[in-house]
């Protein structure tokens, strides 16, 4: 008799949570989140091509399911892992990094303008 294998039924939907250049750091990590109770995959490529002696790295991301992505990420910045943390990004399309980015440049548009505004009338 062969091995027994188990098919999902459904379709789950992965987030991508983590992404760096190592396929080996990668594997590390995934079994941090697989330690936590936390289901991984692993995509990526290694570039085709060195610099002198050294691999150029290439491109690894972890993936779990949609509802473990925040779970994941706080275990991945209690390991310190938070340089590569992939964020949730919003229905808006952004994360959260990116929206807060986007108001401190807003409000700094918003201060020139009242300062150019300001000097204009002070100069009539």
Same mark, same amino acid.
């Given at each position: ?31 941090? &989140? ?17 610099? *002198? ?38 229905? *808006? ?11 401190? &440049? ?13 000097? &204009?009338?002070?100069?009539?």
């Amino acid at each position: 008799m062969g091995p027994i294998v188990r098919l999902e039924r459904k379709s789950r939907p992965w987030e991508q949570v983590w992404q760096g250049d190592s396929e080996a750091v990668a594997s590390i990590v995934a079994g941090r &989140l697989e330690a936590e109770g936390i289901r991984t995959r692993i995509q990526g490529h290694t570039a085709p091509y060195r610099a *002198a002696a050294f691999a150029l790295g290439g491109a690894w991301a972890i993936l779990v399911p949609v509802g473990k992505a925040h779970h994941a990420r706080e275990v991945l910045r209690e390991n310190e892992e938070g340089q590569n943390i992939i964020e949730d990004e919003s229905a *808006a399309g952004l994360t959260v990094n990116q929206r807060r980015t986007l108001q401190a &440049l807003i409000g700094a548009a918003f201060v020139v303008t009242l300062l150019v505004t300001g000097l &204009l009338a002070a100069q009539r």
